[in-house]
């Protein structure tokens, strides 16, 4: 990063390495976690979808939603979904609100295998953050969500600018993402 820097001044060493260490930091977990979940036949999405609905108190969700949640296009969590269907940890069934939505529902058998994961990635998360003072894991997870908020804020704002140079407003420009 300092040579780049050196041949051009105006990069903010300090910011791109703290990007660069968060990137690397998620590549980290995904596989930490993806570790644990290979035995039981699991990727980090299937867990995350899994466990979205396990944290329900009804234990359902529409699919949209958990899209946005775990950061999957809806064809990929349709995807998702078929395979934990397939595999008996889910079920799916039409609103009675809305015949065109869906609803997944975690069932007995889904809901036994959060638990049993439950304990290990646990331990996990608990192990990564064991050198940090609970002030400092706060402080960190405040700065998180803070440049979460900033990043938003910005992707909102550049949504809207394209939106009104295209003719198409903001809300038809996020619906087609």
Known sequence: MRRTAARFREIPVVESSILRL???LGREITALLEQSLQPHG??????????????QPDGIAHPSDLCAYVGQSPANMTRVADGLLERGLITRIASDEDRRRTILRITPAGEALAR????ATTARTRAIFSDLAPPERRALLEQLR???????????????SAAASSGASPRAEGRAR
Request: proline content about 3%; overall charge positive; charged content about 30%.
């Open 146 to 160: 803070a440049i979460i908020v900033r990043i938003d804020r910005d992707t909102r704002r550049d949504a809207r």
């Open 42 to 55: 699991l990727s980090e999405t299937d867990f995350r979808i899994l466990m979205s609905l396990f944290s």
């Open 116 to 119: 049993a994961l439950l304990p």
């Open 22 to 24: 968060l990137v690397l």
